[in-house]
């Protein structure tokens, strides 16, 4: 009688889809549609870029409330100030950031989910730095309910860890779980629990 098992290595081989306790589903989710990469809506690049649109919008119709700082120069503490307390037009301008970044958030989410891999997700869990601060729970919290409201049943939660401890403590944890689903572009990760003893 034949052995099916195979002995896996303990450290795998870069971009291996089948680690010791883990089969990768996906990872590095590079969709493409007639604007580029699909994930690339949903990068701090794109949340810049649409403070900055409004921000361009301000400027037709007076005064930005940011004044000459760049949008990209605009750091996390310094936004998630404004918005808990600061200049009420430049705290509404990010609200509606946050608005139109939460919709891009839930049409990346919804256009992978439409990917066979992706299919049977239940959770995300959104990491990098724009989980860290409050704004970024906010889009992750208010994409989380467009998907909702549309029926879309995915529990979405930010990764609580500093960008770089999150990635260890995930690597630590991969070898707790069945299958796993990644999209380093998008920042998403699926995790399915191996079966218990």
């Known amino acids: 009688m034949a052995d099916d098992t195979t002995t896996l290595p303990r450290i795998a081989a870069h971009g291996a ?11 590095n ?19 810049r870029q649409v403070i900055e649109n409004w921000r361009k919008a301000m400027r037709k ?13 605009l750091s996390k503490k310094e936004l998630d100030e404004i918005l808990l307390g600061g200049d009420i037009e430049a705290a ?19 256009r992978f989910l439409k990917l066979k891999a992706w299919r049977d997700i239940e959770r995300l869990a959104i990491g990098g730095g724009f989980s860290g601060s409050r704004i970024g729970e906010l889009v992750i919290g208010r994409a989380a309910v467009i ?19 999150a990635g260890l403590l995930g690597n630590g944890l991969l070898s707790r779980f069945e299958s796993v689903t990644i999209d380093a572009r998008g920042g998403h990760v699926d995790f399915v629990p191996a079966p218990g003893p």
Do not use: W
């Not at 493409?32 to 949340?47: L, Q, T």
């Not at 119709?61 to 120069?73: H, I, L, Q, Y």
């Open 92 to 110: 509404g301008l990010l609200q509606a950031a946050i608005e139109d970044f939460s919709q891009n958030l839930a049409l990346v989410i919804r």
């Open 147 to 165: 998907l909702k409201a549309d029926e879309i049943k995915i529990d979405i939660t930010p990764i609580h860890h500093d960008p770089d401890e």
């Open 29 to 47: 989710v590079e969709l493409e549609d007639d604007e580029g990469f699909v994930g690339d809506r949903a990068s701090k690049g794109a949340f």
């Open 17 to 27: 889809t089948r680690l010791p306790a883990v089969d990768l589903q996906s990872y």
């Open 61 to 73: 119709a007076g005064d930005d409330p940011f004044g000459d700082k760049p949008s990209e120069e």
